[in-house]
């Protein structure tokens, strides 16, 4: 009788392990579950983005050339770099059945909206910037013996509003002043305007920390990269979710803009909840510009010229994102398309209903 309760248990694990580890086949991508999560492989991402396959470099590296185009990363790793920039991803690239994958949510969320911007569906025209300084009044924020970071987000954001209105944009400050202006109230402000993007100014503090980091909403079910792990309120929608392709597209404008002007340590573009950046109904991203609580970026943040530079940053940062969503995405694959077609494959699985169908014009859908 034990054996064969043991065989049943054998069978049932069998089974379940098959389960799991079956492959799904959606339009022409493979998917993979894995740990409760569909996967798509590299592989099938190097085809569709017109690529030659995955290198293997050494190591856990891999590296997806397209043109001057590049996916780069290592296996268990979230770190992952895209035509150089560094993404931290919400799930790491595993290795299954000897194929790299990526997870759907990342592949949908990071890298369509990087790699191919003027796909984004929904993307409108920016006229206006709504700029906000983190922080104010009693609320000092973030401190180094050289100042508040109350006062440098305002001066950042005041040397940034200068340029922008230089060039003919809109702006419009949270606060012009040292004073308190509640979170929900700084998202209403923002949610007056259309045609408007929002960027929230701030400077880090803790532990050992130094750098530069961009955060933009997390996705609807991913955890935010500030919480210990998920939480049941990953799972709500929020009202910035709607414009997930965009947020994710201004990050990079943004984060690259910084990060090669800056000498602070790179951080990449991370994920989060920040109540800023997930009420508001326009694309939005949060700046942390350097760790006050480090002596060295304290020293950068507190000399005019660093601010300025950020300032520089950010209209550089508008301009590429205008630019990126308004045209249809540089035809670097078309034009070094090999003389035989490359394989077709349709767009990446969609994540929700609002994937918009590119060509090839095969329709895929993921029952939910
Ligand atoms: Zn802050």
Not at 21 to 47: C, I, M, P
Not at 166 to 179: A, C, F, P, S, W
Not at 190 to 204: G, K, L, M, P, T
Request: proline share 5%; glycine share 8%.
């Amino acid at each position: 009788m034990r054996r064969v309760i043991v065989k049943v248990f054998a069978l049932i694990f069998l089974l379940s392990f098959k389960a799991a580890f079956a492959a799904q086949h959606v339009g022409d991508w493979t998917l993979y579950k894995l740990e409760g999560r569909d996967y798509v492989t590299l592989a099938n991402v190097s085809e569709f983005y017109g690529a030659t396959g995955v290198q293997r470099p050494g190591g856990s590296n891999f590296l997806i050339r397209a043109g001057s185009r590049s996916l780069r990363g290592a296996t268990n790793s979230v770190e992952f770099f895209i035509n150089g920039l560094k993404f931290n991803l919400s799930y790491p690239i595993v290795e299954h059945d000897g194929h790299l994958c990526i997870s759907r949510m990342d592949l949908t969320k990071v890298v369509e909206p990087v790699m191919r911007p003027g796909k984004i569906k929904g993307a409108e025209k920016v006229d206006t910037v709504v700029l906000d300084a983190g922080h104010g009044g009693h609320d000092n924020g973030a401190w180094s013996p050289f100042g508040q970071e109350k006062l440098y987000s305002l001066d950042v954001v005041f040397r940034t509003k200068k340029l922008l209105e230089q060039i003919g944009m809109k702006v419009v400050l949270t606060r012009k002043t040292d004073v308190f202006i509640p979170l929900h109230d700084r998202a209403a402000i923002a949610n007056r305007y259309d045609n408007a993007i929002f960027i929230s100014v701030h400077f880090n503090s803790g532990g050992a920390g130094t750098g530069l980091e961009t955060y933009t909403l997390a996705p609807r079910g991913v955890p935010s990269m500030m919480a210990d792990g998920p939480r049941i309120s990953d799972l709500e929608h929020c009202r910035g979710n709607n414009r997930d392709a965009e947020n994710m597209a201004l990050a990079t404008a943004t984060h690259a803009a910084l990060v090669v002007r800056s000498q602070l340590h790179d951080r990449g573009i991370k994920r989060a909840r920040f109540v800023v950046i997930r009420d508001i109904e326009i694309p939005g991203v949060l700046i942390e510009g350097g760790f006050l609580s480090n002596s060295n970026d304290a020293k950068f943040i507190h000399s005019p010229e660093y601010r300025q530079q950020m300032a520089v940053s950010i209209v550089t940062a508008v301009n590429n994102y205008r630019r990126a969503v308004k045209v249809q995405a540089p035809t670097e694959v078309a034009s070094r398309a090999p003389a035989v077609p490359r394989v077709h494959l349709s767009p990446p699985p969609a994540m929700e209903s609002s994937s918009e169908a590119v060509e090839p014009t095969v329709r895929t859908s993921i029952p939910n």
